[in-house]
């Protein structure tokens, strides 16, 4: 069975870092499409990608983030990760880690979600 356990989260004020972690088990972690997606409860608006790390390395991020948000993975720990810099009030949100599944073969298999975590900014 396949759990993603996130971490991290938290209140920070405007200008700081926060650093996320997602960690998976019942799964190999590489290969696999991971990614970060946040939701604003009560704003009516659907969960948006943040940042993705694709199947052979290449990085995606949301115009919103670029340049200040950094997507990492850690392989051998089957962590994920999302450094969150220089972070604005508009960044406050439910954060969810993503993991897309595919056979070696390259057959997308299913998706899983962390249970979310919370961020904050504000002064």
């Known amino acids: 069975q396949v759990q993603l356990v996130e971490s991290g989260g938290g209140l920070v004020q405007p200008g700081g870092s926060l650093r996320l972690s997602c960690a998976a088990s019942?799964?190999?972690?590489?290969?696999?499409?991971v990614g970060w997606y946040r939701q604003t409860p009560g704003s009516g608006k659907e969960r948006e990608l943040v940042a993705r790390i694709m199947r052979f390395g290449s990085t995606i991020y949301a115009d919103s983030v670029k340049g200040r948000f950094t997507i990492s993975r850690d392989n051998a720990k089957n962590t994920m990760y999302l450094q969150m810099n220089s972070l604005e009030s508009e960044d406050t949100a439910v954060y969810y880690c993503?993991?897309?599944?595919?056979?070696?073969?390259?057959?997308?298999?299913?998706?899983?979600w962390g249970q979310g975590t919370q961020v904050t900014v504000s002064s």
């Open positions: 993503n993991l897309l599944t595919y056979t070696t073969s390259g057959t997308y298999q299913g998706v899983y």
């Open positions: 019942g799964v190999i972690f590489r290969d696999n499409v």
